[in-house]
């Protein structure tokens, strides 16, 4: 059974700070995937990663994928209040070219403050 | 491209009442289709998986008969939830499969909040 852990789950950072959050994963999976979830709203796509060792930028956040480790990081760099929301990573249970289902983490609510 | 979207957005029921929710891919089609539930401060959990033409397939302890789900084109899936009780107070979340050659994604619907008084 596949599952999916993250950490920190919640996380307090000043403007400026550099931060990771971490998502492991249980068994073999080729798609991992980020997303924003800002309160009383829905998910919003941050990054698909497809291999390993793919490396995703977008803004003042980075997105790494290890399927070795079965490892994904997500990188804050100098954060800004605009980034406090929650983010979740998600698994796919399919592999080898088969899709399966999504297994989310439990997320890590991001705060950043002045 | 990719929109996908949920109605309504909020809804209010009393107890034992149903409520319909529907999920429609507005610019692609969508074989598969994802029933979420999120209780507050919690993670996405998934219901079920709803297939164009078949039968939806359930999570284990989902009940098949309180979420009656039915994906009647490549565009809308919808999700019913029976003689609805407080408990089924959640955020309905779905999402809708597509497939290219070269990637797989899910995209998101707005979401549901359903409140049963």
């Known amino acids: 059974e596949l599952k999916v852990e993250q950490n920190p789950l919640f996380l307090s950072m000043q403007e400026g700070k550099n931060y990771t959050i971490y998502c492991n994963y249980s068994?073999?999976?080729?798609?991992l995937y980020w997303y924003r979830q800002d309160p009383g709203k829905s998910l919003e796509s941050l990054f698909v990663l497809l291999s390993n060792g793919a490396v995703k930028q977008e803004g003042r956040l980075m997105a790494s994928l290890d399927t070795k480790a079965r490892l994904s990081t997500l990188h804050i760099t100098a954060a800004v209040h605009d980034l406090s929301a929650t983010y979740f990573c998600a698994v796919d249970s399919g592999y080898g070219g088969s899709q399966g289902n999504l297994i989310f983490g439990k997320g890590t609510k991001l705060s950043v403050k002045p | 491209g990719a929109v996908v979207s949920q109605h309504p957005s909020w809804v209010i029921c009393k107890s034992g009442t149903s409520v319909k929710i529907e999920c429609r891919s507005l610019d692609f089609q969508a074989t598969t289709m994802f029933w979420y539930r999120q209780f507050p401060k919690q993670s996405l959990m998934l219901m079920a998986t709803s297939n164009e033409g078949s039968k939806a397939t359930y999570e284990q302890g989902v009940e098949k008969d309180k979420f009656l789900i039915n994906h009647a084109s490549l565009t809308l899936s919808t999700l019913t939830v029976t003689s609805a009780h407080p408990e089924d107070s959640s955020f309905y979340i779905c999402?809708?499969?597509?497939?290219?050659?070269?990637?797989?994604?899910?995209?998101f619907g707005p979401g549901t909040r359903l409140t049963v008084t």
């Open positions: 068994t073999t999976s080729d798609r």
């Open positions: 999402s809708a499969a597509r497939s290219t050659p070269t990637t797989y994604e899910q995209y």
